[in-house]
C-alpha cells in the first residue's frame, strides 16, 4: 500500500506527479521536502521496493511520469526497478543517496536514470531536474498525441458484438503491442464492456464528459480501471444518471486527451452514427465495422459503406462476426458484392467458448479457442505485427 498521496505547491491540474520509492523513511521526508520546496509536486511514498514496473503500475492510485528511488536501502533492488522503469519509456528515473558514491551514481545512470542527487540535497538543482522531465514529459505527449493510433469499433445494427469484439481486441492490443492502451466504452447511457471483461469501475465515461474544462491528463488517469491483462478501461455508467449525451466538442476533448496518454485508443461506439462527425472518425483512424450474415445486417452495411466509407480503403476493416460457412444463407461472393468489398476478417461462430467465458469472467481473448485466436490476429496486424505462424495453418487459415 501506499503510505502517503499528498499535493504540494499546486492544484491537481499543474502538478507533477512523483512516485517517491525507498525504504528509509528520514531519506525519504528529506528528498520529497527538497522536491516539494520549489516545484508544484504530488507526491506518492511507497516503503519499499516493488518487484517490477507492472507490479509499481497497480500499486499507484494515479499516474506519475516520474519515479524517484533510493539507491541506498538496497542498491540492486533499487538498480533492477530503475532499468526495468527506464527500459519501458513510460516514466523518468531519478535517484538520491546519502553519500557522493561516483561509482553507485554511474551504475544508475548507465539503465537510464536522467539525475542523481546527493545528501544535503539541492532544491534548485532538484527543481532544475524536475522541469527538464516536465518538458521532456510534454514533448512525448505532443509526439504521443501525432503518432498514437485510435481503433472505432460500429456495430451495424445492436446485437452484432460489438462490444464483446472491442472489448478482447483491446486487450490483445495490450499485451501483443506491449504498449499503454486505453479502452474507452461510448455504449451511453449503458455499456456492456467492464461486464465483458468481468471487472467493477467506480468511474465512467460521464465522469470525463460532465466538465470537460476539467478534463486533462492526470484526471483521466484517476477515472480509468486497470484489468489484469494491463489493458486501462474508461467503462460506460452502470445506471442512467447522465445529464446528456456528450456533443461532439466533448469527445473530441476525451479522445484528444486519451491520446496524450495512450500509444493506443480503442473506443467501442456501439451502433451510434450521430458520432460521425466526431473526431473518432478522422482519416487516421482505423474503423472496425461490426457485421452478421443476415439480410438486415447485409442492408445496413451496404448503406453505411456506401454513404459514410466509400473514401476509406485501409482504415475501413470489415469484420464478420459469427462466420459459419456450413450454415449461412449466402456464399462468400454474394457478401462481398453486398459489403461492395471483400471482408477484412471473419470470427468465427464458437457459441460454446463465448457462453464458457461469459460464465467464468474470463474475457474471451485470455482463453485459447478460435475465437480468441481470430481476435489476436486482428490486434496483431492493427500494431505492425506479422500474424502468428502457426495460427495461419489448418483450421484457423481462413480468419483473414
Not at 528509509?24 to 528528498?31: L, M, P, W
Not at 442492408?299 to 462466420?323: G, K, P, T
Not at 474471451?364 to 479457442?369: E, F, I, K, Q, S
Request: include cysteine; charged fraction near 25%; charge should be negative.
Amino acid at each position: 500500500m501506499l503510505d502517503v498521496s499528498r499535493v504540494h505547491n499546486g492544484t491537481d491540474r499543474n502538478v507533477l506527479s512523483v512516485a517517491l520509492i525507498g525504504p528509509h523513511e528520514q531519506r525519504r521526508q528529506a528528498i520529497a521536502a527538497a522536491l516539494a520546496e520549489r516545484s508544484a509536486v504530488r507526491i506518492e511514498e511507497l516503503a519499499y521496493y516493488p518487484s517490477d514496473f507492472d507490479h509499481l503500475s497497480r500499486l499507484l492510485e494515479k499516474h506519475c511520469s516520474i519515479v524517484v528511488l533510493d539507491a541506498d536501502s538496497d542498491p540492486d533492488a533499487a538498480l533492477r526497478l530503475a532499468e526495468d522503469v527506464c527500459s519501458r519509456g513510460q516514466m523518468a528515473v531519478m535517484a538520491y543517496s546519502a553519500e557522493a558514491d561516483v561509482k553507485l551514481a554511474i551504475r544508475f545512470m548507465r539503465v537510464g536514470v536522467s539525475d542523481f542527487f546527493t545528501f544535503p540535497f539541492d532544491s534548485a538543482e532538484i527543481a532544475e531536474a524536475l522541469r527538464r522531465s516536465s518538458q521532456r514529459e510534454s514533448s512525448l505527449r505532443q509526439e504521443s498525441r501525432l503518432s498514437s493510433k485510435v481503433c472505432v469499433f460500429l456495430g451495424t445494427k445492436g446485437g452484432c458484438g460489438v462490444t464483446a469484439i472491442a472489448s478482447n481486441f483491446a486487450i490483445s492490443l495490450a499485451q501483443e503491442s506491449g504498449r499503454n492502451t486505453l479502452l474507452i466504452d461510448l455504449g451511453l447511457p449503458l455499456g456492456d464492456a467492464a461486464i465483458n471483461l468481468g471487472i467493477t469501475t467506480e468511474f465512467s465515461v460521464a465522469n470525463a464528459i460532465q466538465d470537460t474544462n476539467r478534463l486533462d491528463t492526470n484526471f483521466l488517469n484517476t477515472l480509468v480501471t486497470n484489468h489484469s491483462s494491463g489493458l486501462s478501461v474508461l467503462a460506460a455508467p452502470s445506471d442512467f444518471r447522465i445529464d446528456r449525451q456528450p456533443d461532439n466538442e466533448a469527445i473530441n476533448k476525451l479522445l484528444l486527451v486519451a491520446r496524450q496518454s495512450y500509444e493506443y485508443v480503442v473506443v467501442d461506439i456501439g451502433s451510434r452514427l450521430d458520432l460521425l462527425g466526431s473526431a473518432l472518425f478522422e482519416e487516421s483512424s482505423i474503423i472496425y465495422l461490426i457485421t452478421q450474415v443476415g439480410i438486415s445486417e447485409l442492408r445496413n452495411a451496404n448503406r453505411m459503406i456506401s454513404q459514410f466509407f466509400s473514401r476509406r480503403s485501409d482504415n475501413l476493416q470489415i469484420v464478420l462476426n459469427r462466420y459459419k460457412p456450413a450454415t449461412l444463407l449466402f456464399d462468400d461472393k454474394h457478401i462481398e458484392k453486398a459489403l461492395t468489398r471483400p471482408t477484412d476478417w471473419k470470427i468465427p461462430d464458437d457459441w460454446t467458448s463465448a457462453r464458457r467465458t461469459q460464465n467464468t469472467a474470463t474475457p474471451m481473448a485470455l482463453a485459447d479457442a478460435p475465437i480468441s485466436q481470430a481476435i489476436r490476429q486482428m490486434a496483431r496486424t492493427a500494431c505492425g505485427l506479422p500474424a502468428d505462424r502457426e495460427e495461419k495453418k489448418g483450421l484457423f487459415s481462413f480468419f483473414r
